[in-house]
């Protein structure tokens, strides 16, 4: 285990002394600032080091949420209307969209910024949340109409090869009546309250088969268009509807024990182990093909 909070010449070095045969990537951000994760990867490039997950494009794409939106609707993978506010711009609401409205920065991660404000009934409380993101964290802000139904977090592990696991779904039966149903940043990650409290994961998903095939294809259609690798979890929605929309594209999962994507893993039948080595061998025979076809000139 190598921990790295900065970078730094001692880094490179310690790298190239070590010479490991590939690296298990588990770096989430790097100076603080979770932008550059993709900085970690691209060392690992340069070293021409195998390690696993995704590459610098794609970690560096996915933090850029509006762009990855864009991607999306080119490849006809449905996501819902929005648009960007940026610092110093008015608010204006392309004609068709419908409130309520979510507000949430569109280049963090963590659901921060994400709070019990963030879902706008009008004009006014819109234009609130916007100038929060805005001046709490300096970047633009991300507009979406709020798709008030079914949230599934959907983990895919494999590369050329992908496999949909186990599909989850956040139960926000319990939440208090003027609590929006959202995963914000204290329903991830303050225990203590009942956002927290009341944001309880279910998996398997009950579905029916029609709906769970829609939501598999829609996962590996959104990691293969964003360029994850090895693994990754695509959050969706559903509208009042039933129709369903991709929330966000994330190449870069918790993939602790107790997280999402190993819970996943077991409710499909997969131990811990398994899934570390599957991820493993695919870094390494990753690494190796590229060794041929160096070594092939």
Same mark, same amino acid.
């Given at each position: 285990m190598l921990a790295v909070d900065y970078f730094s010449k001692d880094l490179i070095h310690t790298l190239l002394k070590i010479a490991p045969k590939f690296v298990f990537n588990l770096?989430?951000?790097?100076?603080?600032?979770?932008? @550059?994760?993709?900085? =970690? /990867?691209? @060392?690992?490039e340069l070293l021409g080091i195998p390690y696993t997950g995704s590459d610098p494009f794609a970690l560096g794409l996915a933090l850029n949420k509006f762009h990855v939106k864009?991607?999306?609707? !080119? /490849? #006809?993978?449905?996501?819902?209307?929005?648009? =960007?506010?940026?610092?110093?711009?008015?608010? /204006?609401?392309?004609?068709?969209?419908?409130?309520?409205?979510?507000?949430?920065?569109?280049?963090?991660?963590?659901? @921060? #910024?994400?709070? !019990?404000?963030? =879902?706008?009934?009008?004009?006014?409380?819109?234009?609130?949340?916007?100038?929060?993101?805005?001046?709490?964290?300096?970047?633009?802000?991300?507009?979406?109409?709020?798709?008030?139904g079914r949230e599934f977090n959907v983990s895919v592990i494999g590369d050329k090869n992908p496999e949909v696991l186990a599909i989850s779904e956040i139960n926000f039966a319990g939440l208090p009546e003027d609590e929006p149903k959202i995963v914000s940043y204290r329903a991830k990650w303050d225990e203590e309250s009942p956002m927290y409290q009341f944001t309880i994961p279910i998996c398997p998903a009950d579905l029916p088969k029609r709906?769970?095939?829609?939501?598999?294809?829609?996962?590996?259609?959104s990691s293969q268009c964003i360029g994850c690798r090895d693994y990754a979890r695509v959050d969706m929605r559903a509208d009042s509807r039933g129709s369903i929309y991709v929330l966000e594209v994330n190449p870069n999962p918790d993939i602790s024990p107790k997280a999402g994507f190993a819970r996943a893993a077991r409710s499909a039948g997969y131990s811990y182990s398994d899934i570390i080595l599957r991820i493993s061998e695919t870094a390494m025979e990753r690494g190796a093909q590229v060794a041929a076809a160096v070594y092939a000139f």
């Open positions: 770096c989430e951000e790097i100076n603080g600032k979770c932008e @550059l994760e993709m900085c =970690v /990867a691209g @060392l690992l864009q991607i999306l609707r !080119s /490849a #006809g993978v449905p996501t819902a209307r929005g648009f =960007v506010c940026y610092p110093g711009q008015k608010a /204006a609401v392309p004609r068709g969209m419908r409130f309520p409205m979510m507000v949430k920065p569109s280049r963090q991660d963590a659901s @921060l #910024g994400i709070n !019990s404000n963030s =879902v706008c009934f009008t004009v006014e409380q819109l234009q609130k949340q916007i100038l929060y993101i805005h001046k709490a964290y300096e970047q633009e802000a991300l507009v979406e109409e709020f798709l008030d709906l769970e095939t829609r939501i598999k294809n829609i996962a590996i259609r």
